[in-house]
């Protein structure tokens, strides 16, 4: 799996949660100031390219839907960001996080049974 840029992960985020559409359908739900039409139909044939959407066609028009789910790109994303920034180490992210964003002990706690209750 490729890394994506943000304009395409912009586009898949969309996909994910309207589950497939057109490029009318995609730049409807983008916020303004709005892509031209051909820079997001580009896009999303990069991300065709790429592996990540697929589509039916219905004559010239192309319905586009994604191949690769959101859990899956997230798990690949959170692996990249542990191995290139924290030495495939979890506890040093969660140390980060729990640093930077001035986590107490009880909340500390709460992510750590947060975990282990989606381990089970």
Request: charged content about 35%; proline content about 2%; glycine content about 4%.
């Amino acid at each position: 799996m490729r890394e994506l840029t943000r304009a395409e992960e912009q586009i898949m985020q969309i996909l994910w949660d309207i589950e497939k559409g057109f490029v009318k359908d995609i730049l409807e739900k983008m916020s303004e100031p709005k892509p031209a039409y051909n820079t997001v139909s580009t896009i999303v044939r990069i991300l065709e390219r790429k592996g990540f959407v697929s589509h039916k066609a219905y004559g010239k028009s192309h319905e586009y839907f994604p191949i690769v789910s959101k859990d899956e790109y997230r798990s690949f994303s959170i692996k990249k960001l542990l191995s290139g920034y924290f030495g495939d180490s979890f506890s040093r992210l969660a140390s980060f996080f729990a640093k930077d964003k001035n986590l107490d002990v009880k909340e500390i706690e709460k992510i750590l049974n947060e975990v282990k209750e989606e381990s089970k």
